[in-house]
Protein backbone atom coordinates (compact mmCIF):
# COMPACT_ATOMS: atom_id res chain seq x y z
CA UNK A 1 0.00 0.00 0.00
CA UNK A 2 1.84 3.14 -0.97
CA UNK A 3 1.21 6.53 1.30
CA UNK A 4 -1.65 7.75 -0.62
CA UNK A 5 -3.85 4.48 0.20
CA UNK A 6 -2.51 4.79 3.26
CA UNK A 7 -3.94 8.04 3.94
CA UNK A 8 -7.15 7.71 1.76
CA UNK A 9 -8.17 4.27 4.05
CA UNK A 10 -7.06 6.42 7.24
CA UNK A 11 -4.07 3.94 7.83
CA UNK A 12 -1.60 6.53 7.71
CA UNK A 13 -0.44 7.97 11.12
CA UNK A 14 0.58 11.31 11.82
CA UNK A 15 2.74 13.32 13.82
CA UNK A 16 2.49 16.66 15.14
CA UNK A 17 5.29 18.32 16.40
CA UNK A 18 4.40 21.11 18.71
CA UNK A 19 1.29 20.90 20.40
CA UNK A 20 0.55 25.13 20.39
CA UNK A 21 -2.19 27.08 19.09
CA UNK A 22 -1.59 25.47 15.96
CA UNK A 23 -0.43 21.88 16.43
CA UNK A 24 -3.18 20.37 19.13
CA UNK A 25 -5.99 22.01 16.76
CA UNK A 26 -4.79 20.40 13.42
CA UNK A 27 -3.91 17.34 15.38
CA UNK A 28 -6.75 16.62 17.25
CA UNK A 29 -8.97 17.69 13.88
CA UNK A 30 -7.00 14.43 12.27
CA UNK A 31 -7.75 12.59 15.03
CA UNK A 32 -11.79 13.32 14.83
CA UNK A 33 -11.63 12.20 10.81
CA UNK A 34 -10.01 8.65 12.00
CA UNK A 35 -6.75 9.17 12.23
CA UNK A 36 -4.24 7.92 14.71
CA UNK A 37 -2.07 11.41 15.61
CA UNK A 38 0.91 11.22 17.81
CA UNK A 39 1.61 14.80 19.41
CA UNK A 40 5.31 15.31 20.15
CA UNK A 41 5.79 18.22 22.19
CA UNK A 42 9.20 19.48 24.62
CA UNK A 43 7.22 20.28 27.43
CA UNK A 44 6.34 17.76 29.57
CA UNK A 45 3.95 19.75 31.32
CA UNK A 46 1.72 19.77 28.13
CA UNK A 47 2.32 16.01 27.20
CA UNK A 48 1.24 15.46 30.87
CA UNK A 49 -1.83 17.84 30.32
CA UNK A 50 -3.00 16.17 27.32
CA UNK A 51 -2.59 12.66 28.49
CA UNK A 52 -5.29 13.46 30.94
CA UNK A 53 -7.19 15.21 28.96
CA UNK A 54 -6.81 18.59 29.81
CA UNK A 55 -6.83 21.45 27.75
CA UNK A 56 -4.56 24.73 28.01
CA UNK A 57 -6.17 26.37 24.93
CA UNK A 58 -9.08 28.26 24.92
CA UNK A 59 -10.76 27.04 21.64
CA UNK A 60 -10.01 23.25 22.62
CA UNK A 61 -12.39 21.83 25.22
CA UNK A 62 -11.09 18.88 27.56
CA UNK A 63 -14.10 16.60 26.06
CA UNK A 64 -12.45 17.06 22.66
CA UNK A 65 -8.96 15.94 23.65
CA UNK A 66 -10.63 13.12 26.13
CA UNK A 67 -13.41 11.63 23.14
CA UNK A 68 -9.62 11.56 20.82
CA UNK A 69 -7.53 9.51 23.38
CA UNK A 70 -10.54 7.28 24.29
CA UNK A 71 -10.84 6.47 20.42
CA UNK A 72 -7.44 5.35 20.50
CA UNK A 73 -6.61 7.93 18.03
CA UNK A 74 -4.40 10.70 19.49
CA UNK A 75 -1.69 10.38 22.17
CA UNK A 76 0.97 12.76 23.20
CA UNK A 77 4.80 11.93 24.02
CA UNK A 78 7.81 14.06 24.55
CA UNK A 79 9.83 11.14 23.05
CA UNK A 80 11.12 11.76 19.32
CA UNK A 81 11.57 8.17 18.71
CA UNK A 82 8.17 7.72 17.71
CA UNK A 83 8.74 9.65 14.65
CA UNK A 84 10.36 6.49 13.18
CA UNK A 85 6.71 4.76 13.53
CA UNK A 86 5.26 7.27 11.36
CA UNK A 87 3.98 8.27 7.71
CA UNK A 88 3.30 11.88 7.98
CA UNK A 89 4.76 14.65 10.31
CA UNK A 90 3.78 18.23 10.53
CA UNK A 91 6.02 20.27 11.68
CA UNK A 92 4.04 23.45 14.09
CA UNK A 93 6.87 24.69 16.10
CA UNK A 94 7.49 28.52 17.21
CA UNK A 95 9.63 30.45 14.92
CA UNK A 96 9.79 33.63 17.21
CA UNK A 97 12.17 36.74 16.71
CA UNK A 98 15.38 36.78 18.88
CA UNK A 99 16.74 39.92 20.28
CA UNK A 100 17.93 41.30 17.36
CA UNK A 101 14.73 41.19 16.23
CA UNK A 102 15.62 38.47 13.63
CA UNK A 103 14.40 35.16 12.70
CA UNK A 104 15.10 32.43 15.36
CA UNK A 105 14.74 28.51 13.70
CA UNK A 106 15.95 27.03 16.44
CA UNK A 107 13.06 25.06 17.47
CA UNK A 108 12.88 24.27 13.49
CA UNK A 109 16.60 22.91 13.37
CA UNK A 110 16.07 20.91 16.37
CA UNK A 111 13.51 18.86 14.81
CA UNK A 112 15.40 18.49 11.79
CA UNK A 113 18.35 16.54 13.79
CA UNK A 114 15.89 14.24 15.08
CA UNK A 115 14.28 13.81 11.63
CA UNK A 116 18.04 13.04 10.73
CA UNK A 117 17.85 10.15 13.39
CA UNK A 118 14.49 9.02 12.97
CA UNK A 119 12.99 9.87 9.69
CA UNK A 120 11.94 6.27 7.71
CA UNK A 121 11.10 5.91 4.44
CA UNK A 122 8.17 7.44 2.08
CA UNK A 123 7.26 9.65 5.36
CA UNK A 124 5.69 12.95 4.37
CA UNK A 125 7.22 15.87 6.05
CA UNK A 126 4.63 19.01 6.16
CA UNK A 127 6.33 22.33 8.01
CA UNK A 128 3.83 24.55 9.08
CA UNK A 129 5.19 27.29 11.19
CA UNK A 130 5.55 30.50 10.03
CA UNK A 131 8.40 31.83 7.93
CA UNK A 132 10.70 33.33 5.13
CA UNK A 133 10.93 32.13 1.46
CA UNK A 134 13.50 29.34 1.25
CA UNK A 135 13.35 27.48 4.70
CA UNK A 136 12.01 24.38 3.75
CA UNK A 137 14.75 23.51 1.22
CA UNK A 138 17.54 25.81 2.87
CA UNK A 139 16.78 24.19 6.44
CA UNK A 140 15.12 21.09 6.18
CA UNK A 141 16.19 19.59 3.19
CA UNK A 142 19.39 20.66 2.37
CA UNK A 143 20.33 19.27 6.13
CA UNK A 144 19.02 15.52 5.01
CA UNK A 145 20.21 15.53 2.34
CA UNK A 146 23.30 15.97 4.15
CA UNK A 147 22.79 12.84 5.74
CA UNK A 148 21.64 11.37 3.28
CA UNK A 149 18.47 11.19 2.94
CA UNK A 150 16.51 12.77 -0.89
CA UNK A 151 13.52 14.20 -1.58
CA UNK A 152 11.62 11.83 -3.71
CA UNK A 153 12.76 8.86 -3.54
CA UNK A 154 13.27 8.42 1.21
CA UNK A 155 11.09 10.79 1.79
CA UNK A 156 8.39 14.18 0.78
CA UNK A 157 8.66 17.34 1.65
CA UNK A 158 5.77 19.88 1.78
CA UNK A 159 5.42 23.83 3.43
CA UNK A 160 1.77 24.39 4.29
CA UNK A 161 1.14 27.71 6.12
CA UNK A 162 -1.39 27.13 8.92
CA UNK A 163 -3.88 29.49 8.93
CA UNK A 164 -5.78 28.99 12.50
CA UNK A 165 -7.52 32.09 13.53
CA UNK A 166 -7.84 31.65 17.28
CA UNK A 167 -11.10 32.54 18.70
CA UNK A 168 -12.42 32.56 15.04
CA UNK A 169 -16.30 30.88 15.54
CA UNK A 170 -16.79 31.57 11.98
CA UNK A 171 -13.68 30.17 10.00
CA UNK A 172 -12.02 26.96 11.56
CA UNK A 173 -9.82 24.23 9.97
CA UNK A 174 -12.17 22.84 7.68
CA UNK A 175 -13.42 26.16 5.75
CA UNK A 176 -10.09 27.82 5.55
CA UNK A 177 -8.37 26.81 2.41
CA UNK A 178 -5.46 25.02 2.91
CA UNK A 179 -2.34 26.69 0.20
CA UNK A 180 0.29 23.54 -0.21
CA UNK A 181 3.58 23.74 -1.70
CA UNK A 182 5.99 20.35 -2.52
CA UNK A 183 9.87 20.37 -3.23
CA UNK A 184 8.31 17.81 -6.06
CA UNK A 185 4.88 17.36 -7.60
CA UNK A 186 4.63 13.84 -6.05
CA UNK A 187 5.46 15.66 -2.33
CA UNK A 188 2.44 18.11 -2.81
CA UNK A 189 0.09 15.27 -4.37
CA UNK A 190 0.77 13.38 -1.12
CA UNK A 191 0.21 16.59 1.13
CA UNK A 192 -3.20 17.28 -1.31
CA UNK A 193 -4.89 13.84 -0.20
CA UNK A 194 -3.96 14.41 3.34
CA UNK A 195 -5.53 18.24 3.82
CA UNK A 196 -8.32 17.06 1.70
CA UNK A 197 -9.38 14.63 4.51
CA UNK A 198 -9.70 18.12 7.09
CA UNK A 199 -10.39 20.87 4.87
CA UNK A 200 -13.04 21.48 2.27
CA UNK A 201 -10.32 23.04 -0.31
CA UNK A 202 -6.77 22.67 -1.14
CA UNK A 203 -4.87 25.28 -3.15
CA UNK A 204 -1.59 23.48 -4.92
CA UNK A 205 1.60 26.28 -5.97
CA UNK A 206 4.28 25.13 -7.81
CA UNK A 207 6.88 25.34 -4.42
CA UNK A 208 7.36 25.34 -0.92
CA UNK A 209 8.68 29.03 -1.33
CA UNK A 210 5.42 30.48 -2.89
CA UNK A 211 3.54 29.00 -0.01
CA UNK A 212 6.12 30.29 2.39
CA UNK A 213 5.29 33.68 0.94
CA UNK A 214 1.96 33.63 0.48
CA UNK A 215 1.51 33.44 4.22
CA UNK A 216 3.83 36.14 5.03
CA UNK A 217 2.06 38.18 1.94
CA UNK A 218 -0.93 37.70 4.36
CA UNK A 219 -0.17 38.90 7.22
CA UNK A 220 1.98 41.26 6.30
CA UNK A 221 -0.84 42.72 4.31
CA UNK A 222 -2.96 43.02 7.55
CA UNK A 223 -0.04 44.53 9.07
CA UNK A 224 -0.15 47.48 6.87
CA UNK A 225 -3.48 47.48 6.89
CA UNK A 226 -3.65 48.27 10.52
CA UNK A 227 -0.89 50.61 10.19
CA UNK A 228 -2.29 52.98 8.01
CA UNK A 229 -5.77 52.98 9.44
CA UNK A 230 -3.90 53.57 13.24
CA UNK A 231 -2.34 56.66 11.44
CA UNK A 232 -5.70 57.90 10.05
CA UNK A 233 -6.94 57.50 13.41
CA UNK A 234 -4.03 60.03 14.64
CA UNK A 235 -5.03 62.27 12.18
CA UNK A 236 -8.39 62.01 12.70
CA UNK A 237 -7.65 62.65 16.15
CA UNK A 238 -5.24 65.46 15.13
CA UNK A 239 -8.01 67.23 13.12
CA UNK A 240 -10.77 66.16 15.06
CA UNK A 241 -12.89 63.87 13.45
CA UNK A 242 -14.34 60.58 14.58
CA UNK A 243 -12.09 57.73 12.83
CA UNK A 244 -14.79 55.55 13.53
CA UNK A 245 -17.98 56.98 11.97
CA UNK A 246 -15.55 57.48 9.10
CA UNK A 247 -14.67 53.65 8.42
CA UNK A 248 -17.85 52.98 8.79
CA UNK A 249 -18.67 55.20 5.72
CA UNK A 250 -16.46 54.28 3.92
CA UNK A 251 -17.13 50.81 4.30
CA UNK A 252 -20.62 51.43 2.64
CA UNK A 253 -18.97 51.23 -0.49
CA UNK A 254 -19.28 47.33 -2.30
CA UNK A 255 -16.31 47.65 -4.04
CA UNK A 256 -12.45 48.59 -3.71
CA UNK A 257 -12.92 49.42 0.28
CA UNK A 258 -11.98 46.92 3.28
CA UNK A 259 -12.35 48.46 6.73
CA UNK A 260 -9.51 47.99 9.00
CA UNK A 261 -9.85 49.15 12.57
CA UNK A 262 -7.46 50.79 14.55
CA UNK A 263 -6.45 50.02 18.47
CA UNK A 264 -3.89 49.96 21.17
CA UNK A 265 -1.52 48.18 18.62
CA UNK A 266 -1.01 44.27 17.13
CA UNK A 267 -0.06 41.56 18.86
CA UNK A 268 -0.07 37.59 18.76
CA UNK A 269 2.63 35.38 17.74
CA UNK A 270 2.05 36.55 13.96
CA UNK A 271 0.91 39.85 12.84
CA UNK A 272 4.08 41.57 14.89
CA UNK A 273 6.70 39.07 14.03
CA UNK A 274 5.89 37.36 10.36
CA UNK A 275 6.49 40.73 8.74
CA UNK A 276 9.72 40.94 10.41
CA UNK A 277 10.67 37.22 8.83
CA UNK A 278 9.91 38.49 5.42
CA UNK A 279 12.19 42.24 5.90
CA UNK A 280 14.74 40.35 7.41
CA UNK A 281 14.71 38.08 4.24
CA UNK A 282 14.44 40.66 1.74
CA UNK A 283 17.54 42.45 3.67
CA UNK A 284 19.61 39.77 2.75
CA UNK A 285 18.85 40.34 -0.53
CA UNK A 286 19.60 44.30 -0.18
CA UNK A 287 16.15 44.63 -1.06
CA UNK A 288 14.53 47.17 1.83
CA UNK A 289 10.86 46.88 2.62
CA UNK A 290 10.05 50.34 3.50
CA UNK A 291 5.75 49.61 3.76
CA UNK A 292 7.10 46.50 6.53
CA UNK A 293 9.14 48.82 8.47
CA UNK A 294 7.14 52.10 8.51
CA UNK A 295 3.75 49.81 9.76
CA UNK A 296 6.15 48.07 12.14
CA UNK A 297 7.35 51.70 13.56
CA UNK A 298 3.41 53.35 13.81
CA UNK A 299 1.85 50.20 15.21
CA UNK A 300 4.43 49.53 17.95
CA UNK A 301 4.15 53.22 18.55
CA UNK A 302 0.01 52.61 19.53
CA UNK A 303 0.44 52.27 22.77
CA UNK A 304 2.22 55.40 23.63
CA UNK A 305 -0.89 56.72 21.93
CA UNK A 306 -2.88 55.47 23.93
CA UNK A 307 -1.14 56.70 26.61
CA UNK A 308 -1.04 60.23 26.23
CA UNK A 309 -4.96 60.23 25.70
CA UNK A 310 -5.03 58.82 29.00
CA UNK A 311 -2.53 61.54 30.27
CA UNK A 312 -4.95 64.06 28.78
CA UNK A 313 -8.35 61.79 30.31
CA UNK A 314 -6.90 62.75 34.03
CA UNK A 315 -5.53 66.04 33.17
CA UNK A 316 -8.59 67.34 32.07
CA UNK A 317 -9.80 65.96 35.41
CA UNK A 318 -6.81 67.80 37.22
CA UNK A 319 -5.53 64.41 37.80
CA UNK A 320 -2.04 63.31 36.64
CA UNK A 321 -1.08 59.86 35.67
CA UNK A 322 1.67 59.11 38.67
CA UNK A 323 -0.88 58.06 41.47
CA UNK A 324 -4.41 57.60 39.29
CA UNK A 325 -6.03 54.58 39.91
CA UNK A 326 -6.34 53.16 36.54
CA UNK A 327 -8.19 49.79 35.10
CA UNK A 328 -7.15 48.25 31.97
CA UNK A 329 -9.72 45.57 30.20
CA UNK A 330 -8.20 42.87 28.60
CA UNK A 331 -4.79 41.77 28.62
CA UNK A 332 -5.07 39.53 26.16
CA UNK A 333 -4.11 40.67 22.29
CA UNK A 334 -7.62 39.55 21.31
CA UNK A 335 -11.37 38.73 22.15
CA UNK A 336 -12.03 35.38 24.04
CA UNK A 337 -8.50 33.88 23.84
CA UNK A 338 -5.97 33.97 26.74
CA UNK A 339 -2.88 34.52 24.66
CA UNK A 340 -0.94 36.91 26.05
CA UNK A 341 2.14 37.27 23.34
CA UNK A 342 3.08 40.64 22.79
CA UNK A 343 -0.27 42.01 23.06
CA UNK A 344 -0.13 45.85 23.31
CA UNK A 345 -2.03 45.48 26.63
CA UNK A 346 1.17 44.83 28.53
CA UNK A 347 2.93 47.69 26.81
CA UNK A 348 0.49 50.10 27.78
CA UNK A 349 0.78 48.68 31.34
CA UNK A 350 4.82 49.00 31.18
CA UNK A 351 4.10 52.84 30.32
CA UNK A 352 1.44 53.42 33.06
CA UNK A 353 3.74 51.61 35.80
CA UNK A 354 6.70 53.63 34.40
CA UNK A 355 4.92 56.85 35.21
CA UNK A 356 3.55 55.68 38.68
CA UNK A 357 0.14 54.92 38.32
CA UNK A 358 -1.80 52.02 40.20
CA UNK A 359 -2.75 49.49 37.71
CA UNK A 360 -5.29 47.11 38.23
CA UNK A 361 -5.46 44.29 35.15
CA UNK A 362 -8.39 43.03 34.12
CA UNK A 363 -9.12 39.68 32.00
CA UNK A 364 -11.59 36.58 32.10
CA UNK A 365 -8.81 34.63 30.52
CA UNK A 366 -5.42 34.90 31.78
CA UNK A 367 -4.25 34.44 35.31
CA UNK A 368 -0.96 36.26 35.11
CA UNK A 369 2.17 37.68 33.20
CA UNK A 370 5.95 38.43 33.70
CA UNK A 371 6.17 42.08 33.90
CA UNK A 372 9.81 44.19 32.39
CA UNK A 373 10.95 43.92 35.78
CA UNK A 374 10.45 40.18 35.97
CA UNK A 375 7.59 40.13 38.48
CA UNK A 376 4.64 37.70 38.20
CA UNK A 377 1.77 40.00 38.11
CA UNK A 378 -1.46 38.36 38.74
CA UNK A 379 -4.76 39.28 36.49
CA UNK A 380 -7.88 40.05 38.44
CA UNK A 381 -10.46 37.76 36.18
CA UNK A 382 -14.03 39.14 37.86
CA UNK A 383 -15.11 42.19 37.12
CA UNK A 384 -16.25 43.45 39.88
CA UNK A 385 -18.71 46.13 38.15
CA UNK A 386 -19.76 47.94 41.87
CA UNK A 387 -16.71 48.78 42.58
CA UNK A 388 -15.78 50.31 39.08
CA UNK A 389 -16.37 53.83 39.85
CA UNK A 390 -13.14 53.26 42.40
CA UNK A 391 -11.23 53.71 39.11
CA UNK A 392 -10.13 57.24 38.03
CA UNK A 393 -10.28 55.65 34.60
CA UNK A 394 -11.07 52.77 33.17
CA UNK A 395 -9.43 51.75 29.81
CA UNK A 396 -11.01 49.37 27.01
CA UNK A 397 -8.13 47.32 25.53
CA UNK A 398 -9.52 44.13 24.32
CA UNK A 399 -13.17 43.55 24.16
CA UNK A 400 -13.50 39.83 26.16
CA UNK A 401 -17.81 38.97 25.34
CA UNK A 402 -17.56 38.18 28.36
CA UNK A 403 -17.53 42.18 29.34
CA UNK A 404 -20.91 43.64 30.20
CA UNK A 405 -20.32 46.72 28.23
CA UNK A 406 -23.52 48.57 28.77
CA UNK A 407 -22.71 48.58 33.02
CA UNK A 408 -18.93 49.95 32.26
CA UNK A 409 -20.81 52.51 30.27
CA UNK A 410 -23.14 53.53 32.53
CA UNK A 411 -21.58 53.40 35.74
CA UNK A 412 -20.29 56.93 35.19
CA UNK A 413 -16.61 55.99 35.20
CA UNK A 414 -14.10 57.70 33.18
CA UNK A 415 -13.60 55.86 29.95
CA UNK A 416 -10.79 55.37 27.36
CA UNK A 417 -12.51 52.97 24.48
CA UNK A 418 -9.30 52.07 22.46
CA UNK A 419 -11.27 49.81 20.45
CA UNK A 420 -15.28 51.27 19.76
CA UNK A 421 -16.49 48.92 22.18
CA UNK A 422 -18.85 51.14 23.23
CA UNK A 423 -19.87 52.21 20.03
CA UNK A 424 -23.45 53.84 20.16
CA UNK A 425 -23.06 54.48 23.51
CA UNK A 426 -23.07 57.99 23.88
CA UNK A 427 -22.45 59.07 27.29
CA UNK A 428 -20.46 62.15 28.57
CA UNK A 429 -18.12 60.03 30.62
CA UNK A 430 -17.17 58.04 27.07
CA UNK A 431 -13.41 58.97 25.05
CA UNK A 432 -12.33 56.93 22.50
CA UNK A 433 -9.10 56.85 20.77
CA UNK A 434 -8.88 58.70 17.21
CA UNK A 435 -12.05 60.71 17.86
CA UNK A 436 -11.37 64.15 19.28
CA UNK A 437 -14.70 65.43 17.87
CA UNK A 438 -16.93 64.93 21.24
CA UNK A 439 -16.54 66.85 24.31
CA UNK A 440 -15.73 64.82 27.26
CA UNK A 441 -17.75 65.48 30.36
CA UNK A 442 -15.10 65.45 33.14
CA UNK A 443 -17.22 65.89 36.30
CA UNK A 444 -14.94 68.89 37.05
CA UNK A 445 -14.96 71.85 34.46
CA UNK A 446 -18.07 72.59 32.56
CA UNK A 447 -16.28 70.76 29.53
CA UNK A 448 -13.74 69.62 27.89
CA UNK A 449 -12.87 68.87 24.25
CA UNK A 450 -10.01 66.41 24.52
CA UNK A 451 -7.54 67.18 21.57
CA UNK A 452 -4.70 65.18 20.19
N1 LIG B 1 -0.98 31.20 17.02
C1 LIG B 1 -1.48 31.50 15.83
O1 LIG B 1 -2.53 32.12 15.72
C2 LIG B 1 -0.77 31.06 14.56
C3 LIG B 1 -1.48 31.10 13.34
C4 LIG B 1 -0.85 30.70 12.19
C5 LIG B 1 0.47 30.28 12.23
N2 LIG B 1 1.16 30.27 13.41
C6 LIG B 1 2.55 29.79 13.39
O2 LIG B 1 2.55 28.44 13.85
C7 LIG B 1 3.75 28.17 14.58
C8 LIG B 1 3.40 27.70 15.99
O3 LIG B 1 2.72 28.73 16.65
P1 LIG B 1 1.85 28.49 17.95
O4 LIG B 1 1.06 29.71 18.16
O5 LIG B 1 1.15 27.17 17.85
O6 LIG B 1 3.01 28.39 19.05
P2 LIG B 1 2.85 27.86 20.56
O7 LIG B 1 3.94 28.50 21.32
O8 LIG B 1 1.43 28.00 21.00
O9 LIG B 1 3.13 26.30 20.44
C9 LIG B 1 4.35 25.77 20.07
C10 LIG B 1 4.53 24.44 20.78
O10 LIG B 1 5.76 23.88 20.33
C11 LIG B 1 6.46 23.34 21.44
N3 LIG B 1 7.86 23.33 21.08
C12 LIG B 1 8.76 24.34 21.13
N4 LIG B 1 9.93 23.92 20.63
C13 LIG B 1 9.76 22.63 20.28
C14 LIG B 1 10.60 21.65 19.71
N5 LIG B 1 11.85 21.94 19.40
N6 LIG B 1 10.10 20.43 19.50
C15 LIG B 1 8.82 20.12 19.82
N7 LIG B 1 7.97 21.01 20.35
C16 LIG B 1 8.44 22.25 20.56
C17 LIG B 1 6.10 24.25 22.61
O11 LIG B 1 6.27 23.60 23.83
C18 LIG B 1 4.63 24.56 22.30
O12 LIG B 1 3.77 23.60 22.88
C19 LIG B 1 4.55 29.47 14.54
O13 LIG B 1 5.42 29.42 13.46
C20 LIG B 1 3.49 30.53 14.31
O14 LIG B 1 4.03 31.67 13.67
C21 LIG B 1 0.55 30.63 14.58
Known amino acids: MNLIEKIESKQASIGIIGL ?4 LPLGLS ?6 RVVGIDISEEKVEMLNQGCSYITD ?3 TEIKESIENGNFQATTDFSTISSLDVICICVPTPLNKNHEPDLSSVKYVVTKLQTFLQKDTLVILES ?3 PGTTEEQIEKVLTSSGLQVGTDYHLCYSPERV ?10 NTPKVIGGVTKECVRIADSLYKTIVNQTFLVSSPRVAEMSKLLENTFRSINIAFINEMALMCDHIGVNVWETIQASATKPFGFMPFYPGPGIGGHCIPLDPMYLSWRAKESNFFSRFIELSQDINSNMPRYVVRKISELLNSKKKCINGSNILLLGMAYKPDVNDLRESPSLDVYELLKEKGALVTVNDPFCHSFVDAQNQSIDVQKKLNYDEITTYD ?11 NLNDIATSGVSILDTRNALNGIELPNIARIGDTSREIDTGVSEKVLVSG
Open 30 to 35: FSKNGF
Open 130 to 132: TTY
Open 165 to 174: DPGNKKYRIS
Open 20 to 23: GYVG
Open 60 to 62: VKN
Open 393 to 403: LVVVLTVHSAY
